[in-house]
């Protein structure tokens, strides 16, 4: 099956800076969706994205499908912020099934 | 409100016994999904249904059960025979047109004692 592979696993930011989150998948996708993990464990959906750029606020996502990879960029972070993120794909011909990556876990420190 | 209900928020049980979670949905979404998300990993695929009485094996099916009788409605049972059933479940749902991507309930935190 489809591989998905999230980067980096953990990462600290202190209030205010950037951040991009990368993830890489291993075939070809006809759908992607980004999501934060709270710490109550609510999966917030942040864009769905199988290619092309969007921006929802400090957040936004980029995929390019014919590479394999989508970014996901947080600007000044903030301590809400913190939390799991979560990038899954839908792989060509598979029914709408979700691959999830293991997911960056982000800490946002004051 | 529309949205996506799971309950309960937790459930504890005793090793042996049968438990089902209940997931409903009032957003009119055809498609149905439960994952298994255990400690620092992602999310992965017990059952999916497209359509009303109708349902699929996702990636890690064995000691589960689901139905769909109604479309708003996915219960989950975990049956005795699932070997380690202690986790978080989560139920999402999708519309089959507009592309728009899964959405989230809060998830059942199972406990097996």
């Known amino acids: 099956g489809i591989q998905v592979e999230q980067s980096p696993p953990d990462l600290i930011l202190q209030e205010g800076a950037n951040s991009t989150l990368r993830c890489n998948f291993s075939d070809s996708v006809n759908n992607l969706q980004w999501f934060h993990q709270n710490p109550w464990g609510q999966l917030i959906n942040l864009f769905y994205?199988?290619?092309g750029t969007k921006q929802n606020g400090r957040l936004s996502a980029t995929t390019v499908a014919t590479e394999r990879y989508s970014l996901l960029y947080i600007s000044s972070s903030q301590t809400t912020d913190s939390g799991v993120y979560f990038c899954?794909?839908?792989?060509?011909?598979?029914?709408?099934?979700?691959?999830f990556g293991t997911g960056t876990r982000l800490q946002v420190t004051l | 409100d529309g949205g996506i209900t799971q309950s309960p928020k937790y459930l504890f049980r005793k090793e042996g016994q049968n438990v089902t979670l209940s997931c409903e949905q009032n957003?009119?979404?055809?498609?149905m999904y439960w994952y298994r998300q255990d400690p620092g990993q992602g999310l992965r695929l017990i059952y999916y249904?497209?359509?009303?009485?109708?349902?699929q094996k996702g990636d890690i099916a064995e000691g589960y059960s689901v139905s769909r009788e109604k479309k708003e409605s996915f219960p989950l049972t975990v049956t005795s025979a699932q070997k380690n059933p202690t986790a978080f479940y989560l139920c999402?749902?999708?519309?089959?047109?507009?592309?728009?991507?899964?959405?989230f309930g809060p998830g059942t935190r199972l406990t097996v004692l």
């Open positions: 994205i199988p290619s």
């Open positions: 899954a794909v839908v792989n060509t011909g598979t029914a709408s099934k979700l691959t």
């Open positions: 957003l009119n979404h055809d498609a």
């Open positions: 249904s497209q359509i009303v009485n109708d349902f």
């Open positions: 999402a749902s999708r519309a089959t047109s507009g592309g728009l991507g899964q959405f």
